[in-house]
């Protein structure tokens, strides 16, 4: 098994679960087959294993450094952009006329999540350029299209998002840059942006900034920001670079993980000089951002998802070959110890990890299977449920696959907290993505003050006709009988919660029914997680329930326990959070700054 992934497990979920195969149906991929997804699969596990994965420790040990005027980072960096480019990873969504692959998203998340297992850090950097390179697609001008997504495309140049600010953080309508218009149509921007990954490195020849800033004179709050091409130099109609552009880093901020992508404080206009282009119109710049945020927040759950994943694959492996201690009724000293895998605690450890990690990747390809639909099939419902569970598959692989690595630390035990293992740096680096493109309380209150109830609900409609569909499916398979009669159960709890929180909103009760929106959050994501395993455990049953291949029935065997497990250890918290939700439990609403 490869340690960054079982791939049995990823061949099911996109073949068998997500019918990956059914995406020829849409003209865009009317191309493609299995064997060409599974080829590029191959290719990038190959370039993840063999440049990534190399030098995660060195990456994360070796941090890049700043002597004032330029970044360094290890040579192993820069060799892994050049494969990864130069396989047309960086352009694989987008069109044949592009010189893309046009790849599915449930595809290209596959292979991303390959990269992410390798080496985090070293991976932010082609993905932050991907995101970035589809905004200027979707909304940059043709001058802009063909003056910098070429570079972005091939791997010259890469890119960033700059939203954040010092004394701004997450409240983006209060930012201070601004940008004064120029009588050539250009406009110079002037301000600071902090924690911008890949905001400065020796990896690419240039950096595309994308920068939110507030035109001199615009409105106050989030219908005053625009978005504006802001290059570290400036480039020609050619595609060459030309002088350096008024962008400094004035100085790198040092992470507890994903200590590889370099987290900048960049400087704009400090000499008056800096060059930046509108994209799209005035004032319409977060809703162009968040094409790329919401593209950012899946993958942020896929990389949580996928850190998640390395770590149980690492402490499965460990627990399988490490011997000590034996069965609590063995009395006999001399006996043979049992690998620790044995032990009903470390099952129960490594069971979480399972049902957490794999949970949440079907929940990300799940996505990515919604984003298919929606942008090349053209199907409106998938869009609408894609809106509703983006909060979901940002927060809940952020919550569980961080979970996941903190279970691995311990059924390593000592040799867990220490650096000569790799499942203490999974735990570092996974702990910033519950932070990455917006906090859990954010995403929770998108999900319950806005997302739920967005076009009448009608995300959560389609969302629940898929959950009906698949315990009607699973209707007659007597192993899942006791998991679906009590997610059924919980199925009704869920539904009051939901209408009781509709109806305090209605009546005015706002702040009362979103100060514990982050339990309804964690809530619905278990709701959603614990559905896909009921999916993964009966198409596994029907697909490979008649093999007389021993893999195939462990598997099968696998995937049933684990939504045993998911259903019966995890689901039950959801009777108390119910209870706190419905009565509007104010207690940490009431706490006063002085009490503590």
Not at 44 to 50: F, G, P
Not at 88 to 97: E, K, T, V
């Amino acid at each position: 098994m490869s340690k960054l992934i079982n791939n049995k497990d990823l061949s099911f979920l996109l073949y068998d679960v997500f019918n990956a195969n059914n995406l020829s149906d849409i003209p865009a991929y009317a191309d493609h087959d299995q064997t060409t997804y599974d080829s590029v699969i191959k290719t990038a596990q190959r370039i993840a294993e063999d440049y990534f994965a190399n030098h995660n420790s060195k990456a994360d040990e070796h941090e890049p450094q700043f002597d004032g005027e330029k970044v360094s980072t290890i040579p192993e960096v820069k060799e892994a952009w050049k494969h990864f480019s130069e396989s047309g990873l960086l352009n694989a969504r987008h069109s044949y006329d592009d010189g893309g692959m046009q790849l599915p998203a449930l595809i290209n998340s596959a292979c991303c999540g390959l990269f992410t297992s390798a080496n985090p850090g070293t991976a932010g950097y082609p993905f932050l350029t991907s995101a970035a390179a589809n905004v200027i697609q979707a909304f940059g001008s043709d001058e802009q299209k063909a003056k910098y997504l070429p570079g972005m495309f091939n791997g010259r140049f890469s890119g960033t998002m700059a939203l954040t600010e010092p004394d701004v953080g997450s409240s983006l309508g209060d930012l201070t840059t601004k940008a004064i218009p120029q009588e050539d149509g250009s406009y110079k921007l002037k301000g600071q942006k902090m924690y911008i990954s890949g905001g400065d490195q020796d990896i690419t020849e240039n950096i595309v900034h994308l920068v939110l800033a507030r035109v001199e004179g615009a409105n106050k709050g989030v219908k005053g920001i625009s978005l504006f091409i802001t290059p570290k130099f400036l480039v020609n109609d050619d595609g060459s670079l030309a002088e350096r552009n008024d962008v400094k880093l004035a100085g790198l901020l040092h992470k507890m993980g994903y200590r590889g992508t370099t987290s900048t404080v960049l400087s704009f206009g400090e000499e008056d000089n800096c060059t930046g282009y509108l994209i799209g119109e005035e004032g319409k710049g977060l809703g162009y951002m968040f094409k790329m945020m919401n593209e950012a927040r899946i993958g942020v759950g896929l990389g949580a998802a996928m850190i998640g994943y390395r770590g149980y694959l690492e402490s499965l492996d460990y627990a399988k070959n490490r011997p000590q201690g034996r069965k609590p009724s063995s009395k006999d000293s001399s006996s043979k110890p049992l690998n620790i895998v044995e032990h009903a605690d470390v099952k129960r450890m490594l069971l979480a990890q399972k049902s957490y990690v794999e949970g949440s990747l079907a929940l990300c390809l799940f996505a990515s299977r919604l984003v298919d639909e929606h942008e090349a099939g053209g199907h409106a419902d998938s869009g609408i449920l894609l809106d509703l569970l983006t909060p979901i598959v940002k927060s809940f692989p952020s919550s569980y696959g961080l979970k996941a690595n903190d279970y691995a630390i311990q059924v390593l035990g000592g040799a867990g907290y220490i650096r000569e293992y790799p499942v203490e740096q999974c735990y570092r680096d996974n702990r910033l993505n519950p932070i990455h493109e917006g906090t859990y309380g954010i995403q929770s209150l998108d999900l319950l003050g806005r997302k739920l109830w967005m076009k009448n609900s009608q995300g959560l409609q389609l969302l629940m006709e898929r959950v009906q569909n698949t315990l009607k499916q699973a209707k007659d398979l007597a192993s899942l009988a006791p998991q679906i009669k009590r997610y059924q159960q919980k199925l009704n709890v869920f539904s009051q919660v939901v209408m009781q929180l509709g109806q305090s909103l209605q009546s005015g009760k706002v702040d009362e029914t979103l100060a514990n929106s982050a339990l309804f959050l964690d809530m619905m994501g278990k709701m959603v997680v614990a559905w896909l395993w009921i999916e993964m455990a009966s198409v596994a049953q029907q697909k490979l329930g008649d093999s007389s291949n021993q893999e195939d029935q462990d598997f099968v065997a696998g995937k049933v326990q684990a939504c045993r497990y998911f259903i019966e250890w995890e689901l039950g918290e959801i009777e108390h959070q119910a209870e706190l939700l419905k009565s509007l439990d104010s207690t940490c609403a009431d706490m006063q700054e002085n009490w503590f």
